[in-house]
């Protein structure tokens, strides 16, 4: 009966590794090569089409602003996540992504911190600049909220860089099912004495993050996001013909509504495993039991993350026709000058295919009547 429960067991355990494996290991890796080409392409078409666009200058450097956060984010978390599902130890001893996780886990929450709150800044830039109010979030061209962004996520998540660390513990050498007499080195993340004790895990980790990327952004996306279809709407009921600008702004605030209702799909499964966390530090001051549900959410936080970061090209190209039609001629170009290239290269080459022929011809021709004129010489004399 022992036996039959053992075995139950480890295939169980087998199943949650294979599901970890699948979302960290391939998903998240598929998703984030497609996201950062994407937020590649609308880095340069954002900042190479400013004028064909029609948008504001504080606007589209909040996008682009928003795009470099996410390609970061993607950057980042693919350098942790899924080489710990890829390379296993003992498997491979390729660890250097253990060593280091400890620096890149505070830049992948700065770059996600940057990522929250452009989207914020994006939506209170769109409710200013459509109601006129006296403060203007591209005012500037948005360098100052940019500026601020900045600040604030680094700020914020500074002190994450002294929560883990990397430590070596040594372990048989396993190979084949069987273990040398060698001993390796092995690294483990550990928490920290900061990142351990109950004060600063309940308060910051829990209570601080919760209410900062979560309550706060929630709330504010919402009525901004409320707020701004209210002031479209009745601009429209007001006017039998909308002009090109108000167009624009309707265009724009749509665009916005579909970057806020991903954001909101994407990240609310991080409550779940936050509520669970924040339960045992309330009750027992430490986590006691971290499940095996409790880690597949997260990794599926991990994966939603990503999505979150990869997905607004699609929602650019979907939503807003002018950034469709520069992000085309952008293509066409490219492949024109392809084109071009292999054109010239073959004309180049025939070009001097020709010339070489016409010099042998030449040559020939010459040859031909050196040996005329050597035989009418030798006829006379």
Request: charged share 15%; aromatic share 10%; proline share 2%.
């Given at each position: 009966m022992n036996t039959t429960g053992n075995e139950s067991s480890g295939d169980s355990e087998e199943l949650w590794k294979k599901a970890y494996f699948y979302l960290e290991g391939v998903a998240m890796p598929v998703v984030s090569a497609f996201g950062i080409l994407g937020n590649l392409v609308c880095m340069f078409v954002l900042s190479k089409n400013k004028k064909k666009l029609d948008l504001h200058q504080g606007f589209t450097n909040l996008l682009i602003c928003l795009a470099v956060f996410d390609f970061f984010f993607l950057l980042f978390a693919n350098m942790v996540y899924p080489p710990r599902e890829i390379f296993t130890f003992p498997e491979s001893k390729f660890q250097l992504h253990v060593y280091l996780t400890p620096y890149l886990s505070p830049l992948i929450n700065i770059a996600l911190t940057g990522s929250v709150y452009t989207v914020m800044a994006i939506a209170l830039e769109r409710y200013t600049t459509i109601t006129n109010s006296w403060f203007k979030v591209s005012r500037d061209d948005g360098k100052m909220m940019i500026l601020v962004l900045v600040l604030f996520s680094t700020s914020y998540n500074f002190v994450k860089f002294f929560e883990y660390q990397a430590q070596e513990i040594k372990a048989?050498?396993?190979?084949?099912?069987?273990?040398?007499?060698?001993?390796?080195?092995?690294?483990?993340?550990?928490?920290?004495?900061?990142?351990?004790?109950?004060?600063?895990?309940?308060?910051?980790?829990?209570?601080?993050?919760?209410?900062?990327?979560?309550?706060?952004?929630?709330?504010?996306?919402?009525?901004?996001?409320?707020?701004?279809?209210?002031t479209v709407s009745r601009a429209t009921a007001l006017h039998n013909k909308i002009g090109s600008k108000h167009r624009r702004d309707s265009t724009m605030?749509?665009?916005?509504?579909?970057?806020?209702?991903?954001?909101?799909?994407?990240?609310?499964?991080?409550?779940?495993?936050?509520?669970?966390?924040?339960?045992?530090?309330?009750?027992?001051?430490?986590?006691?039991?971290?499940?095996?549900?409790?880690?597949?959410?997260?990794?599926?936080?991990?994966?939603?993350?990503?999505?979150?970061?990869?997905?607004?090209?699609?929602?650019?190209?979907?939503?807003?026709?002018?950034?469709?039609?520069?992000?085309?001629?952008?293509?066409?170009?490219?492949?024109?000058?392809?084109?071009?290239?292999?054109?010239?290269?073959?004309?180049?080459?025939?070009?001097?295919?020709?010339?070489?022929?016409?010099?042998?011809?030449?040559?020939?021709?010459?040859?031909?009547?050196?040996?005329?004129?050597?035989?009418?010489?030798?006829?006379?004399?």
């Open positions: 048989p050498n396993i190979t084949d099912n069987t273990t040398d007499e060698n001993e390796v080195a092995q690294l483990f993340v550990n928490a920290t004495w900061l990142r351990r004790h109950p004060v600063y895990s309940l308060n910051y980790i829990v209570v601080g993050n919760f209410i900062v990327m979560n309550l706060i952004p929630v709330i504010v996306l919402a009525t901004l996001n409320f707020l701004i279809y209210r605030a749509t665009l916005l509504s579909s970057i806020v209702a991903v954001f909101f799909v994407c990240h609310s499964t991080k409550i779940i495993t936050n509520v669970y966390e924040a339960v045992q530090m309330i009750q027992y001051g430490t986590m006691l039991n971290w499940s095996n549900w409790a880690e597949l959410v997260s990794r599926w936080n991990h994966l939603m993350l990503a999505t979150n970061s990869s997905i607004n090209i699609i929602i650019y190209v979907a939503k807003d026709f002018k950034f469709r039609q520069a992000l085309h001629e952008i293509i066409v170009e490219a492949c024109t000058c392809g084109n071009k290239a292999v054109s010239n290269s073959s004309s180049t080459e025939l070009t001097n295919l020709s010339t070489h022929a016409n010099k042998q011809i030449t040559r020939i021709i010459q040859n031909d009547c050196i040996q005329i004129d050597a035989g009418d010489s030798m006829e006379i004399l």
